[in-house]
């Protein structure tokens, strides 16, 4: 064991050396005898693969009034499999030094495998066994179900947590995007095994399945592991549609007894394929992608000291797309702080960045983009998130071009474009003074937990 733990870490520090221009070119799109589609990137200098994969629909797929279903899916496919109980599976992946994991994102079902290539056949077949034959058995899903409910419970005190599902709750209402990727205490207490089965049986399909493979394994022999892998699966999905919605505007305060209030903003987004994303992009990296050089970042925390750090992002959904940001500051000066954010919001849409705040971003984004790409996983992740936003095989390539060619004309219209109502959703959980007969909302001891907005 430790000669292949050795191997195996050796063969990820191989990997920290490639940089990303030398596997452009090498992407190439595998379409394995049963026809199943796969990008690979190839290369042989280490013995390691890595395999990254998602089927369409996460948690957006999830029962209709009972949230947290495709999560605990997740928390179970190694659990037991086949003729292996969760004891004997979890076994097998320790002596073959398997990593599996599995995830269940807003829009995407995430899995994903690394293994050694001396072991490539046996790791197949393990995932084929999660995939395919999941057993569910009544221990470890009971156990796992306690494990989700505690975490849940926990999460109910936890203010940026409160916050963050606030925000999702307010800005989709009745749609699933505004529901717990996790679920509530309630709703995780009556998943039954017949719920985790059907989801499996409706999304775990081929034509909902994007894969990316890296490392020490050909074209060919991908393809047959493919199919042995993923082609028992139901060929169709059968996916709830998800209407599109623009997020909802409003004003929340939480009160809760926080030394300091969590802060979060937003409004709505640009959406991936819109020929401006790139360029909304570049922007946000100025007013607050960029941390220590966003201009948030200097007159909240620089300037004036009043939280420790502060950022925005793009949020693009399949149905939907938002811009939002957070921070913490202390609770009597939390107005300030709401205050500022408003006003660097609204002054970057009036008048755009700078020729210099434009030349930095667009100098630390195409710089910066080799990080992507410093560990076999990382790489597999990238291809397959390009794969799921429907962009070219050779996107990698041209990234950075696009990225150098945005204008600062683009820049002060985008600008105002997406951040004219950039702040127009203010969610704050912490002490809130009252005043009158209108109150707070209080924060209920049961609200679950949101992982993404």
Known sequence: MPLIVAR??????????????????????????????????????????????????????????????????????????????????????????????????????????????????EAFAMLALSLQSPRFDKEPVERIRAQIESRVKRSSTDPDTVAML??????????????????????????????????????????????????????????????????????????????????KMANLDIDMPNPQTIIRFGGPGIPRHDPDFMTAYVVNHILGGGTFSSRLYEEVREKRGLAYTISSTLVPLESSSAFAGGTATRADRADETVGIIKSEVARLAKDGPTAEELAKAKSYLIGSYALRFDSSMKIARQILGIQIDGLPIDYVEKRNAIIANVTLDDARRVAKRFLANGTDMIVRVGPVPKSGPEEAVQAEATVPLVKHL
């Not at 990303?20 to 390691?48: F, M, N, R, T």
């Not at 269940?104 to 056949?121: C, H, I, M, P, W």
């Not at 998943?191 to 409706?202: E, G, N």
């Open 8 to 121: 195996l870490g050796l063969a990820l520090l191989g990997l920290l050396l490639i940089v990303p221009a030398s596997y452009a070119a090498k992407i190439e799109q595998v379409v394995s005898p049963g026809g199943i589609k796969a990008w690979l990137v190839e290369d042989h200098a280490v013995p390691v693969i890595a395999l990254n994969f998602a089927f369409g629909g996460g948690a957006a797929q999830d029962p209709a009034g009972k949230p947290g279903v495709a999560n605990m899916l997740s928390a179970l496919l190694d659990e037991g499999a086949g003729n292996l109980d969760s004891e004997a599976f979890q076994a097998r992946l320790d002596a073959l030094s398997l990593s599996f994991n599995f995830d269940a994102g807003r829009d995407q079902f995430y899995g994903s495998v690394k293994t050694l290539a001396e072991n490539r056949d």
């Open 166 to 247: 606030a925000m999702c709750a307010s800005a989709y209402p009745n749609h699933p995007y505004g529901q717990p990727v996790d679920g509530t205490e309630a709703s995780v207490a009556a998943i039954s095994v017949d719920d985790l089965k059907a989801y499996r049986d409706r999304i775990f399909a081929r034509d909902n399945l994007k894969i990316a493979i890296v490392g020490a394994i050909d074209a060919k022999t991908a393809g047959a592991l493919i199919d042995k892998t993923f082609g028992p699966l139901a060929a169709r999905a059968e996916r709830t549609p998800v209407p599109d919605v623009a997020p």
